[in-house]
Structure formats: C-alpha cells, structure tokens
C-alpha cells in the first residue's frame, strides 16, 4: 500500500495567488482529513469527510479556504487569496471508517507564502 | 511533559536510557488515544494506541501509560536509540458527535544523544 500521498511536498507562491494542496487517501478509506501544523498552534483539523461528504469544516479558518472531495481517491484544499499566515505544514489523513482507528496520515506540504 | 495548548518542550536523552514522555489530556470522556511520532519532513506515525479501559499497554520498546483519575498519558521507550529522535505527541479522541475527531498535544522533542 502506497500510504496517503500529497502533492506537492512544497509549494511556495507569493501572496495573492490560489494554491491547491493535493490528497489521495487509501484505498478503501472512506474518511479523509485535512490537518494545519504550525508551531504556534500545533495540529489543528480543517476538514473531515466521509464517504467523499463534507462533515465538519468548522476548522477551516476562513472563506478562503475551500476543500473538495470530488471522489473516493481524491481530495483538493484550495487557498484563494493565499496569504503569509497561510504558511503552514497542511497533512492529509485518511481512515477506514470515519474513526481515529487506523489513521494514517501523509507526508504533508510544506506551504510558504511570501 | 506536554499539555494540549502548551509550547514544545524538549528531553535530551543519552543512547541506551529510557525516555519518558509526558501528557495531559482535557476530555474526561475520551475512551482513546495515541502517541505519534513525526520526524522532520514527515507526517505523524502511529506509534502505540490505548483505550480507556486499559492503564498500560505495550509494544515492542514502547509503553503507555494511562491514569483517568488525573487525565494523564505517558510514553515510555526503552533502550533509547537515535533513531527515536523525533517530535511525540498525543491525541485524544472526540467523544459524542466528534468521535472522528483527534485532538493533539503540541508534542515534545526528544533528542537522543549517542
């Protein structure tokens, strides 16, 4: 099994511009979640689906961020207008049943905004 | 140790110690957790899980512990190697209506020195 994989590993783009983060979970995971890292405020949730369905985006911090989950085997988070704040680690995870029980999180994208 | 919302502390172990790891947990009425290790780079990996109903689990160099009368985690790893150097942190599972959702400590960085 291939794991969870994100692309790009790093994306840096000036302030202003759409930045789409990339997921494709597990095959067979029926639930997905987008994740935040910073330093400041650790691993937050944005985003979590089940069964492709948005369930709780109550993470997601503004009207900038938008995610979709247009099938089973893929998953975007769009920032648009991206600004420096922005400037996070953002990880992709995916579950078998909409549980913590088997999580497995990806390698995450390393996004800077200048 | 760590709590959910405090900044990064470190350990600074020696190759061949054990290392202890620290963490306060804030809902009472989570009946699961985990401890994650991330290394630079890399997502968060699972490294040992434990539900309510259990005080000690373990794997192999690895144990948890669980106390639910002080909402307090720990992560013992024995025989510290270099290879264990990495941010570790836990999580505790929604309960309820969030029982999808993890919520993470800050984690703690254990350097191991050789």
């Known amino acids: 099994d291939a794991g969870v994989i994100q692309s790009p590993r790093h994306e840096v783009t000036e302030m202003g511009q759409e930045v789409t983060l990339r997921c494709k979970p597990i095959?067979?995971?029926?639930?997905l979640f987008w994740y935040r890292q910073t330093m400041m405020r650790g691993l937050e949730l944005l985003i979590y689906?089940?069964?492709?369905?948005?369930?709780?985006d109550s993470g997601m911090p503004e009207d900038r961020f938008s995610a979709k989950m247009p099938n089973a085997s893929f998953s975007t988070l769009k920032i648009q207008p991206s600004e420096p704040r922005d400037s996070a680690v953002y990880f992709c995870a995916s579950s078998p049943d909409g549980t913590p029980y088997g999580y497995t999180f990806g390698s995450g994208t390393r996004l800077t905004v200048v | 140790g760590e709590s959910v919302g405090l900044h990064l502390p470190t350990l600074s172990v020696q190759e061949g110690d054990n290392s202890i790891i620290n963490c306060a947990y804030s809902n009472s009425a989570s009946d699961y957790f985990i401890w994650y290790k991330q290394e630079s780079g890399k997502g968060p990996q699972f490294i040992i899980d434990i539900r309510s109903n259990m005080d000690k689990r373990q794997g192999q160099r690895v144990t948890v512990l669980l106390n639910k009368t002080v909402k307090h985690l720990s992560l013992q790893i024995a025989a510290t190697q270099p290879g264990d150097s990495a941010v570790y942190f836990c999580a505790e599972k929604g309960s309820g209506g969030s029982n999808y959702k993890l919520t993470f400590g800050k984690g703690t960085l254990l350097t191991v020195n050789p």
């Open positions: 689906f089940n069964n492709n369905v948005p369930i709780d």
């Open positions: 095959s067979g995971h029926n639930s």
